[in-house]
């Protein structure tokens, strides 16, 4: 398989829509989920196409093959610095045991700095006490910090986009003119950002997982289309205008020795934590760490998870293993933190709308163990390119292994 990075940038607002089951108000989302890259794409090849799709040709195989490309999220990428724009392709999801100030809160120097309680957390438990950290700079109390983060010149950045709202004016379908008292408001994402009297665009980084024979054919088909795409909602009314841009394909399994890395960097942390732990409160309630080896499972964006046909918020033993065809007696869940919410979309191709989905937030965390830790290795790093759960050819159920915040302790806060 083949990693295709996308630089896609904003040339008007974007109405990328997150509709609620049962809500009349259409909020806009917070990054270019990768269905509506993959619909974007599969529609401008429909309404171009000369000849009927058949089970042999390029298009089947990219959206309706056994191994359809995943089209991933794309994340705001695009960071201000000294009126220069830095673009970023390892854009991040924060944990959901990633705290910060609640006053000020927020990475440092202007912030209070944030951190992570995985470890601790853990810890503590094991050894039957109460974990309730405070904010390490003043004192203050703390509160959950999400959003997308990554690391430039050994400083830690959050990235984000904004929204505005469009007012707009109902049209009499009869007469083709202007209501009277038909108003309505869209909530987009803004094509630029202001800083002083100059207006910096807007950057989001994505990617597409690819099989490789289709992998330069696709790559030169988005770069020979760059500004003909467009994303979202209300295309006819001028919103939805990018300029796409295809990286050079590379080798999408590249991720395997890193995945070892943050594995056994992260184990090594937590042995000596607990051992910190070991010397102050001398016994623990079980010593967990004896012949095991513990990693976790970041979700980096939101997934759609059944467990023997029903809807779950938890990735548990039973299901890791069927992800990752390993058959493992000795694999433990010690700790899960994860939220959900409701999903639905509209279907272009069907005219129809999509399914009311139960979907485990992005930023979910589970801890496991194992005694087979060789066994997961390279399955692991499958995972992370693959990802978990139903509809991961949209961008649902993407993962890392291990994320590196998980190892900022709250003295050590960023």
């Not at 209070?112 to 094991?126: H, K, M, P, S």
């Not at 909602?233 to 050079?248: F, H, M, N, P």
């Not at 080896?293 to 023997?308: C, G, H, V």
Request: neutral net charge.
């Amino acid at each position: 398989m083949k990693k295709i990075n996308l630089e896609i940038k904003a040339l008007s607002p974007l109405a990328i829509g997150r509709q609620k089951p049962g809500g009349s108000i259409s909020e806009a989302e917070s990054y270019i989920p990768g269905t509506v890259i993959r619909g974007a794409v599969a529609d401008y090849i429909l309404k171009r196409a000369n000849t009927p799709i058949t089970a042999s040709d390029n298009f089947h195989s990219l959206f309706l093959g056994d191994n359809p490309a995943i089209f991933q999220n794309a994340y705001p990428a695009s960071l201000n610095i000294d009126d220069d724009i830095v673009i970023h392709n390892n854009i991040k999801v924060l944990p959901n045991t990633a705290l910060s100030s609640k006053r000020k809160p927020g990475f440092t120097p202007e912030k209070n700095g944030v951190f992570d309680t995985l470890i601790d957390r853990f810890c503590a438990e094991r050894f039957g006490q109460l974990y309730d950290p405070n904010c390490p700079n003043d004192g203050d109390r703390v509160d959950a910090f999400t959003g997308f983060y990554s690391e430039y010149n050994e400083e830690y950045y959050s990235f984000y986009a904004t929204t505005r709202l469009l007012t707009r004016v109902g049209i009499n379908r009869r007469r083709a003119t202007s209501e009277e008292r038909v108003l309505y408001s869209i909530e987009v994402l803004n094509e630029s950002k202001s800083k002083g009297k100059k207006e910096k665009p807007v950057v989001y980084s994505g990617a597409i997982i690819v099989a490789d024979e289709l992998a330069n054919s696709l790559q030169n088909f988005i770069n020979n289309h760059q500004e003909d795409l467009r994303l979202g909602g209300s295309i006819s009314r001028g919103l939805g205008r990018v300029k796409i841009t295809a990286k050079s394909p590379v080798e999408a399994k590249a991720v395997k020795p890193l995945v070892e890395d943050r594995l056994k960097e992260f184990h090594d942390k937590l042995a000596r934590r607990w051992n910190e732990w070991k010397e102050i409160y001398k016994q623990p309630l079980e010593d967990l760490l004896q012949n095991r080896t513990y990693f976790t499972i970041d979700l980096q964006s939101d997934a759609i998870l059944k467990e023997n046909w029903r809807r779950t918020t938890v990735i548990s033993e039973d299901m890791l293993q069927e992800f990752a065809g390993v058959s493992d007696s000795s694999l433990k869940l010690h700790a899960a933190y994860s939220s959900y919410d409701y999903l639905s979309g509209w279907n272009s191709a069907w005219g129809l709308m999509k399914d009311v989905e139960l979907i485990t937030n992005k930023g979910g965390v589970y801890l496991f163990s194992t005694a087979q830790a060789k066994l997961w290795m390279e399955k692991l790093g499958d995972l992370e390119v693959r990802g978990v759960g139903d509809r991961t050819c949209e961008g649902f159920g993407q993962i890392r292994v291990c994320d590196e915040f998980h190892l900022i302790m709250r003295e050590e806060a960023v």
